[in-house]
């Protein structure tokens, strides 16, 4: 059973990326899945997140207006669209699977290992 997330890179303030979070010994429609981030010297940090059924999603007001998540059920994927992207989203973003959305990381079962996201002129 793992996740990676992948997709992460270094992009210029105002730029696009699109975050890849896959899985492997499981599929990601029975879990929600949530989107963190963790900052240089900071605390892990909850910034969007898509219910199992529903597929309501949930964004931190930070990034509410330019952050998209999203699943692609047949391929076995959640995807994290990252619009209008400024430097203060550079952190290490991480991708979770849990059984409803929630910002507290105890309440996730499984962790990707990370990918960084650099926003920099």
């Known amino acids: 059973v793992q996740l990676q997330a992948s997709g992460g890179g270094l992009v210029q303030p105002g730029g696009s990326l699109r975050l890849s979070c896959a899985a492997s010994g499981f599929t990601l429609d029975a879990y929600a899945i949530g989107w963190f981030r963790q900052a240089p010297g900071k605390e892990r940090v909850g910034v969007s997140c898509i219910s199992i059924s529903d597929e309501k999603t949930y964004n931190v007001d930070s990034v509410k207006g330019r952050f998209t998540i999203s699943r692609d059920n047949a391929k076995n994927a959640v995807y994290l669209q990252m619009n209008s992207l400024k430097p203060e989203d550079t952190a290490l973003y991480y991708c979770?699977?849990?059984?409803?959305?929630?910002?507290?990381?105890?309440?996730?079962?499984?962790w990707g290992q990370g990918t960084q996201v650099t926003v920099s002129s």
């Open positions: 979770a699977a849990g059984l409803g959305c929630s910002w507290y990381l105890a309440e996730y079962d499984y």
